[in-house]
């Protein structure tokens, strides 16, 4: 009797298979119709962590949904890819699903992105936040620190104690700017505050950003910021009843009594662009470093929260980035051990602000690079 | 560092060893009785997701509490059918647990995006001060003005090791865990007692991912415990099968986890990587002592990992 249940169930999953395979077969003929002049393109997104993050790979979601949404096209995501070996195999594994397009969005992809952008050179390889590129690989990211910069001008007008928290992740040129642009917007408006950095050596590990930020808070901190993917700081603020800047996206909800403003992406409209180029051909691989003047990143809208005087502030602060009278790394700038890294007069330029020389902290960080 | 800051340090590092406690001592127990459950990291995602969840809808600390042990419980009964009643390798079938635990939790958690934790089991799990003990200096703060669950957790241990070692029924799962054909001779329910501490064990460990969910982060995060199971496991070594011991190891490692927050503010001259090993350090080193003294107190249930066929005794 066992046996002979065991020989059914068997055949019912064989049949199971054969019944879903063939359903899944039908529409994939469909698509191959020759009647779509243009090349079909299929995108796929390899996430770092999970899209439900509410932070940096939710953000990209939301590009991925508004491109599926404009432009109609299939895609493929993979979330919780580590930067190991195993990103190469999610790579390989898309192209074989049929996909000319791959964003890689995290900057430890990038070895992984570029040895399969050699492997497969039809298939077109955008690489979020590095710095190397091929004929079919080509590298985007925004100027994150210039809502940085803005954020720190709120912190640096609500702070009581004079001391800022700063959650970072890791000791990378994409964190260092963005610590040194939002200490340089503190200190616009408050040259007594210092910033203190945490290095938490993870994106997405939520309890262990909190630990950090009750650190920061011990020490006496009344603002916090991060560059986490995940909102821990904020809930740390919120439980002490102090304040915090988010990051990625708007992050009130989570925090609705501490949350002042949070620098925010919007991918939307730069995946809509590219992948358009794709299908019309016109595309190469490029440089893509967009500011807040291109709308692919911005500062959310500040909250109740924020100090008396502070739109004004970051609003003068934006008219003066935007027209490019504020370049934010013009020096002179000294780093927090009183050696002068850009010299009076002089701007650093966007090589340099993204090589991996870009290692130091401005003056009034506490902290220090490994 | 000054006092105030090691007292600072000190009360934080309980809170970081709480969740791990929880899942240890839900690993001793299922280890004690002779099954070695690798799935400690998926039992505490599918009680992290469920009290999260439940405690949401409901608004009800004690109902999400209920539901994160239920769902805990229900990981390990997988488990403890699939090892106890057909015999699996208890190794494949715990890994398994831990991929089927992070797929359930990234499932159910698709809805809860962006939700934060209803007031009323913030307020519920607010730390708050025990009388007298809490006045006591120093030791009053770091241990006694803590949160409900953190209290649950010193309790829980407690009454593990009195359950353990001073109750029959203890003696009995020691015997399931150490011998099992001999249990048997002595009319013990071996399955009956493996079932029932594989289910506890699972509901532990769903309490310590439910502290991760609701009070520690309190947001929906997806993947909260981020290889903490996988330190629990580890502790349980460190602890020698010993929930007294598991007490130290968690805050001790809990401590380990966090001290590099602690000490970069100083100017401490160790790479902070260097920090970021200890935990995993010290578990390497604990593994060379104790078998290099090898006792009968330290050393695991001898049958543990084995599964019991009462015909071939």
Redesign the interface.
Known sequence: MKRKASIFLVLLMVMALVVTGCGSAKPAGEAQDPVNEQPKVKVGFVYI??V???GWT?AHENGRKYLVEKLGVETVIRE?VPESSECEKVINDMVDQGCNVIFATSFGFMEYVEKAAQNYPDVKFLHCSGFKMADNMGVYFGRMYEPRYLSGVVAGLKTKTNKIGYVAAFEIPEVLRGINAFTMGVRSVNPKATV???????W?????A???A???L??GCDVLAQHQD???PQ?AAEEKGVWSVGYNMDMT??APKAHLTSPVWNWGPYYVAQVQAVMDGTWKAENYWGGMNEGIINLSPLTENAPEGAQEAVDKAKTAILSGENKIWTGPIKDNTGVERVPAGVTLTDEQLTSMDFNWLVEGV???V? | MNTTAIVFFLEAAIVSGTPLLFATLGEIITERAGNLNLGVEGMMLMGAVSGFYIGLISQNPGLALLAAMVAGAAGALIYAVLTVSLRANQVVTGLALTIFGGGFSGFMGQRLVGEVAPESIKLAFKPFVVPVLGQIPFVGKIFFQQDFFVYLSYLTAILVGLYLYKTRIGLNLRAVGENPAAADAASISVSLYKYAHILLGGALCGLGGAYLSLVYVPAWQENVTAGRGWIAVALVIFATWNPYKALIGAYLFGGLDIIGFRIQGIGFPVSQYMIDMLPYLVTILVLVVVSLKKSQENSPPKGLGIAYFREER
């Open positions: 962590g999970p439900t993050d509410g939710e919780n203190s950095v945490k290095w938490t050596h993870t997405i590990d939520a309890p262990r909190k630990e950090a009750k650190a920061l011990n020490e995940a909102p821990g809930v909800a989570i506490i902290g220090k490994e």
